[in-house]
Nanobody
Framework: QLQLVESGGGLVHPGGSLRLSCTAP????????IGWFRQAPGKEREGVSC????????TYLDSVQGRFTISRDNAKPTVHLQMNSLQPEDTAVYYC?????????????????WGQGTQVTVSS
């Protein structure tokens, strides 16, 4: 059983930045493809970004391309989502998720393990 823990959410002004982190206490995330999803009130959960097993590929939702960056810190081990130029429409609960697929997927159904989520609020 893989337990995922997100951190780094908070309240930020438009144009600001946050860095989300996803860890699995006591375990490495290297074997897993990790996805970040978000869900805003009244909306479906959507895939934001993904980094595949062995860092072969990364993917981004079109609306975050160029503003968000996903990366692994293998020394910790942690998967980060650096979010820059945040906008009010980025407000949501952000979740990290893990799958043993060797490629990225933007479908929540592809992921087997989920964190509890961290709130990101972008507001002036």
């Amino acid at each position: 059983q893989l337990q995922l823990v997100e951190s780094g959410g908070g309240l930020v002004h438009p144009g600001g930045s946050l860095r989300l982190s996803c860890t699995a206490p006591g375990l490495t995330l290297d074997p897993w493809t990790i996805g970040w999803f978000r869900q805003a009130p009244g909306k479906e959960r959507e895939g934001v970004s993904c980094i595949s097993n062995m860092d072969v590929s990364t993917t981004y939702l079109d609306s975050v391309q160029g503003r968000f960056t996903i990366s692994r810190d293998n020394a910790k081990p942690t998967v980060h989502l650096q979010m820059n130029s945040l906008q009010p429409e980025d407000t949501a609960v952000y979740y990290c998720a893990a799958t043993d697929l060797l490629r990225c997927s933007d479908s929540a159904n592809s992921y087997d393990y989920w964190g509890q989520g961290t709130q990101v609020t972008v507001s002036s």
